[in-house]
Structure formats: C-alpha cells, structure tokens
C-alpha cells in the first residue's frame, strides 16, 4: 500500500443538520500504511467516567456509516463510557477511493488494526453488526488485552461458504445497480425511518463515483474457502470458541433475511460463554435501529 490511493471526499456540506446527529466530527489522516487517505470517525465521552469505564468501538457495515449507532451512543455515554465509531475508507465522512480494486477485505482489516493502534484504545467493547462483524470478530485474537467484551448484533463470520440464499440474492441486487440509491434502500428495508434519516445513510454518496465501496462490500464476503479473509476467519472461528474469555452480549433482529435467527444461532456457538440473545421481534438487518433497547440491555449485562 505504498502508492497513493485516488479518493473523493465528499463535501462536508452533504452532513449538515443531519437528524438526532449532533456529534463533533474527528479525523486521522496518517494511519499506517493509508498515508493520504482521512479516516472520519466518532470519539465522544461521558462529563464523568464510571468506574468500570469501557470504549465502546462500535463497527458498522453495508451501506451504513457511524450514524447508524446514534440510538445507541447515547446510551453508551450516559452510562459513563467512551464510544468511538469510525467510517470505512468508501463510507460515511471518510475518504472513498475511486478504484472498486482498492477495496479488499484485508485492506478494511488493515485500517481497523492501525485505527486502535493509533488511538492505544484499551478495555474496548467491541460492537459490531453486518460487515462491522465479519471484520472485526477477527480482531480479538489479535488484540487480547484491548478486546474485553463483545456485543454482537446480526452478522458472522466469513469462513469460505455463502451465509445463503438471501445473502446471493442482496449480492446480486447490488451488482446489478452500481449507482445504488443508498437512502432509498435503507428506507425501503427499514420503514420506520423519517425521510430525513434515511437521506442521511445516502448523504455520503453525491453520486456513483462515490460508491465504490458500497459495490464491493457484497462481492468481498468470503463465499468460497481461498478468498482473502476466508484463512484468518477460520482461525478467529476457532480462538472465539476455545480461547475467549471476554463478555459476549448478543441481540438479533429476527426479522433479517440475510443474517437472521439461524445464522446468529451458528454465531453464537462460536464464540465460548456466549448468553442466550435478546430477540428483538419487529427488528430487521440494521437492529440499530432499535439501538436504545439494545444498549440499554448489553450495558446492565456487561454492568452485572
């Protein structure tokens, strides 16, 4: 990774007054290895720490950024904990390299590494959903004395076979539209959203130069045992279930057609002591959306 990455910024004027989303933005622009490219993300914290204090690092996916978790952040704070949530390179505020090429799992994988490493966070809860978790499930075993605990929402583990039929058919929707309407979709999958919220999903996305991440996130999941990602995925299969001795809280939003009941079932045995989950009955892929019950929740358990 050593050339420079071609990449849009998209203009700050596509985030103002965005709903329920007054957070300060932050930027790191000299990761290793990604000199050049500004990585957005989240850093807020409580007037007063608690005594147990965590970082909540909080993951999104596909095609959501950070203001997925404004449900829940909130939360997070009031109960005296920092949350961080960074953007993708391709999403959100962060930059997006034009090239669909650029995009690969490791390359994703990379950046999350040298994000904590650049921000030496420590006692992290690590909150993932969608792509958030396909990646980050592979960080604890690389970071065993920063990941202490795992709150897991409607996501898995990539280890070289499709998660099914509903998965093949997101896959082939999105490459049959490479300029997607990210807004549309959200709000078409999730009605409960205002207009406003689901033209803040799209707000990163001026138009199609801008969603070359967005097109590969689907092509990228690991659906056959060779692919980059597939190898250490096993090997993060297998150290969440004989290794792991952090926390796990796990919620689903049953109503998911991709990642649903009997996929977070599978996940579950895979990660070593993890609780029954909470069911959110009407919840959907993005459970997010029903983020405040959630966090609420996953802070009493990690509290008790």
């Known amino acids: 990774m050593q050339r420079r990455i071609e990449a849009l910024r998209t203009p700050d004027a596509r985030f103002e007054r965005l ?12 990761l290793a290895g990604y000199e050049g490219l500004r990585a957005h993300y989240l850093d807020e914290r409580p007037a007063k720490a608690a005594a147990n204090a965590q970082t909540f690092l909080c993951l999104h996916g ?40 650029a995009y690969t799992f490791t390359f994703h994988r990379d950046m999350l ?19 958030g978790g396909l990646l980050g499930l592979t960080l604890p075993m690389e970071f065993p004395q920063r990941i202490k605990r795992l709150l897991v929402m409607n996501t898995a583990l990539a280890v070289g076979a499709s998660p099914g039929p509903g998965f093949d058919a997101w896959k082939a929707f999105v490459k049959s539209k490479p300029d997607i309407d990210v807004g549309a979709l959200m709000k078409r999958g999730n009605p409960l959203l205002s207009d406003g919220e689901a033209a803040a999903y799209g707000a990163p996305f001026p138009d199609i130069r801008y969603k070359a991440g967005v097109r590969r996130f689907p092509e990228l999941v690991m659906v056959a045992p060779e692919m980059d990602g597939a190898g250490i995925s096993r090997k993060a299969a297998q150290w969440l279930s004989t290794s792991w001795s952090g926390e796990s809280f796990m919620a689903v939003g049953m109503q998911d057609p991709v990642l649903g009941p009997a996929v ?4 579950r045995k895979q990660i070593r002591g993890c609780p029954p989950p909470l069911e959110i009955a009407d919840g959907g892929h993005f459970v997010q959306e029903w983020g405040e019950e959630i966090a609420k929740a996953a802070v009493r358990a990690f509290a008790a």
Do not use: C, N
């Open 264 to 267: 977070m079932s599978a996940l």
């Open 113 to 131: 590494r040298r994000f904590i490493e650049k921000l030496d966070l420590t006692d992290i809860t690590l909150v993932v959903q969608d792509w």
């Open 19 to 30: 709903p329920a989303f007054p957070f300060a933005p932050h930027y790191v622009d000299d």
């Open 62 to 101: 596909e095609p959501t950024w950070s203001y997925l978790y404004r449900k829940m952040l909130p939360v997070f704070v009031a109960a005296g904990h920092r949350v961080v949530a960074p953007d993708f390179f391709g999403f959100g505020k962060s930059d997006k390299p034009i090239d669909d090429a």
